[in-house]
């Protein structure tokens, strides 16, 4: 990578507030390892081609308008928590290893249609529409996003009754925050140890791609 690509990625990460200083943190620590800005704006960091030959480990959309932020709302039904509202207009989604928080994607905000010519963060507005509906939760719980629990489940992250939670497809509660920072800083770990736990093991020397080289800064 070059410098000046380097200087642009790391001013992108800087850019966002220390309240997303884990997010901030894991960018950075992975940033050297042929990641790139794409023509929409989006940071892709840690490329990992054993996993897909365009797959990132970590992407963050270009922050979202209000305007967009103001329409799930109308569109869902659902009171948008501040807190992801401020985090929308940031990043307007991301994936952090298999971890997704979900955004407003411009095909389902313009055309209702999900467009599988890019990739997109998840949408917000199907989420609550449609997604929810696989957890045994309340309807006026907001769905903002999920994570790998175990090869069969994905455990989805809800805000209802003043507090952040983790809830299995059976309704069951397994976490709560009442900080989205501290969210972020309890969850990000998680997701890079599974992470890390999947990245293929070559024997031979002679035989490892670039990738067995990468060093995580610290």
């Known amino acids: 990578m070059d410098d000046a690509l380097v200087k642009t990625l790391t001013e992108k990460i800087d850019s966002l507030p220390e309240e997303y200083i884990s997010l901030k943190q894991q960018a950075r620590k992975y940033l050297r390892n042929n990641s790139n800005v794409d023509k929409n704006e989006t940071v892709n960091i ?14 963050l959309y270009k922050g979202a308008p209000p ?11 659902k009171v948008m928590p501040d807190f992801y509202g401020r985090f929308l207009s940031f990043v307007n989604g991301a994936f952090i290893y298999d971890l997704s928080l979900y955004g407003i994607s411009s095909s389902i905000r313009e055309k209702n249609l999900l467009d599988r010519s890019t990739l997109q963060c998840h949408d917000l507005i199907l989420a609550n529409t449609d997604w929810i509906q696989e957890y045994k939760v309340g309807n006026n719980y907001f769905h903002f996003g999920s994570r790998s ?8 992250y809800f805000f209802a009754d003043h507090k952040i939670k983790a809830i299995r497809k059976n309704g069951k509660a397994i976490k709560e925050w009442t900080d989205f920072s501290i969210f972020l ?24 791609p670039w990738w067995k080289f990468w060093k995580p800064r610290d």
């Open 46 to 59: 840690f490329h990992r081609p054993w996993v897909a030959p365009f797959n990132w480990g970590i992407k």
């Open 67 to 77: 305007a967009w932020i103001e329409e799930v709302s109308e569109r869902t039904g």
């Open 149 to 156: 629990y175990s090869y069969t489940e994905n455990i989805g």
């Open 185 to 208: 800083d309890d969850e990000i770990p998680i997701v890079e140890a599974m992470m890390r736990e999947k990245i293929p093991q070559i024997d031979t020397i002679d035989k490892m």
